[in-house]
């Protein structure tokens, strides 16, 4: 039989969180501040992410400085001073995002700040722990059959969430047809030549076939390259990579390409996951859980921080949860719904390899503040 724990007699109102990703343990630590006490559940056995690289907009930023996770941030990753959008090898576009701040590290110097700022907070986190499903009355159980209750449940289990799938949320799943490897490779600038190798270039090919490599400085030591290719491009989404096809149809980049030849490499779809809702009872979804989106805006994980972050605020010192996680849907939806839209829509017309493409339209979300904190 599952043993049966209760928070009721702890004072602290009491969070149970699915998923120690970059949304998970910043609803955790969001929580924690507040008062709550906070557990989360990490599948895994090891707290940490794959090597790739990852941008983070002003939205995500404030989040972090909020949380506490800022300062790490900052001390590893860089601002690049410039997009660069090359098409068919000449440059279509050069942009710069004026006040808006943009941040791009490794995944692993994010998730360690957003990690540590989980445990200065008093997060606890238990690994090795799997939710296999939720309850909407407030408990959520585990694969070992424990059941733990608590006045707030999260799913912020990912893409495959369970919690979402063991309550039936309707959902509709698409996904798109490239796919990416994402590799971290040294910055070999000495031996790409001259050039502006600190921007962020974004290379597209549409001919003579789809290839595309997004070149990502994220300190001075790693570069993180991501090499788009359409799913059914047996070569072009081989792992590990086809180094001579990349090498032929980006030549400005070969020393880049054949260290990145040389890694096991993983190519990975994307999909957009719209959701009847996001909440039910007791329980809510945040972060990939609740909308994957397209890669195209860069936004997933700074959406998903956003929303955990207004989540944390909105449910703590209600005298009414339930109502208040409705309250926080109603609220944060529409910018997210607009993000996945205008993400899996560059995702499928492949259009900005037109190059000037991040429109304040399109950077609606990067400027969207929920700390309260604009200035
Ligand atoms: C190619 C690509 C590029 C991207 N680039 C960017 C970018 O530049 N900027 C950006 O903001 N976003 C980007 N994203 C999106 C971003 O990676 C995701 O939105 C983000 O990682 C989602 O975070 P999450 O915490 O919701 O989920 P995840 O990162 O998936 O974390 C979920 C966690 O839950 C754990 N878990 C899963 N199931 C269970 C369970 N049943 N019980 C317990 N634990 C469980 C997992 O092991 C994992 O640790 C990109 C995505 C792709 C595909």
């Known amino acids: 039989m599952p043993q049966v724990q209760s928070s009721t007699k702890a004072k602290a109102p009491h969070a149970e969180i699915a998923g120690a990703g970059y949304v998970g343990l910043t609803a955790a630590t969001a929580l924690r501040q507040r008062g709550w006490t906070v557990r989360v559940h990490e599948k895994s056995p090891e707290l940490r992410q794959f090597g790739a690289g990852i941008f983070l907009w002003e939205n995500g930023l404030r989040v972090l400085e909020k949380t506490g996770a800022a300062a790490d941030v900052f001390a590893n990753s860089v601002q690049p001073p410039v997009y660069e959008t090359r098409f068919q090898h000449k440059t279509v576009s050069k942009e710069t995002f004026g006040p808006i701040r943009w941040r791009t590290m490794t995944r692993q110097n994010l998730y360690s700040a957003v990690l540590e700022a989980a445990r200065r907070a008093g997060v606890e986190i238990v690994v090795n722990s799997e939710v296999v499903s939720a309850d909407p009355e407030g408990a959520i159980q585990l694969a070992s059959g424990e059941v733990l209750k608590a006045d707030l449940v999260l799913g912020a289990d990912g893409v495959g969430s369970k919690v979402r799938d063991s309550l039936g949320f309707k959902q509709t799943r698409t996904k798109s ?94 999909e957009t996951t719209v959701l009847e809702k996001w909440t039910t009872g007791k329980v809510a979804l945040i972060g990939d859980a609740a909308n994957a989106m397209c890669p195209a805006l860069a936004q997933g994980a700074g959406c998903g921080m956003m929303n955990a972050y207004s989540l944390a605020v909105a449910v703590s010192g209600a005298q009414d949860l339930e109502k208040a996680l409705r309250d926080w849907q109603e609220r944060e939806r529409p910018t997210t719904d607009r993000c996945q839209e205008r993400s899996a829509y560059f995702a499928a017309s492949r259009s900005m390899s037109k190059g000037n493409q991040f429109t304040p339209t399109m950077l609606e979300t990067a400027m969207y503040d929920v700390t309260g904190s604009r200035g």
């Open 177 to 270: 047809r490239d796919g990416i490897t994402r590799l971290l490779v040294p910055r070999k600038k000495a031996e790409l030549g001259p050039g502006e190798w600190d921007n962020v270039i974004d290379f597209w090919n549409l001919e003579p076939r789809v290839l595309r490599i997004l070149y990502v400085p994220c300190d001075e030591k790693n570069l993180y390259v991501a090499f788009m290719a359409p799913r059914e491009d047996t070569q072009g989404s081989r792992v590990p990579l086809d180094g001579d096809l990349w090498a032929e149809n980006f030549p400005e980049l070969r020393p880049v390409i054949e260290e990145a030849a040389k890694l096991a490499g993983r190519y990975d779809g994307y």
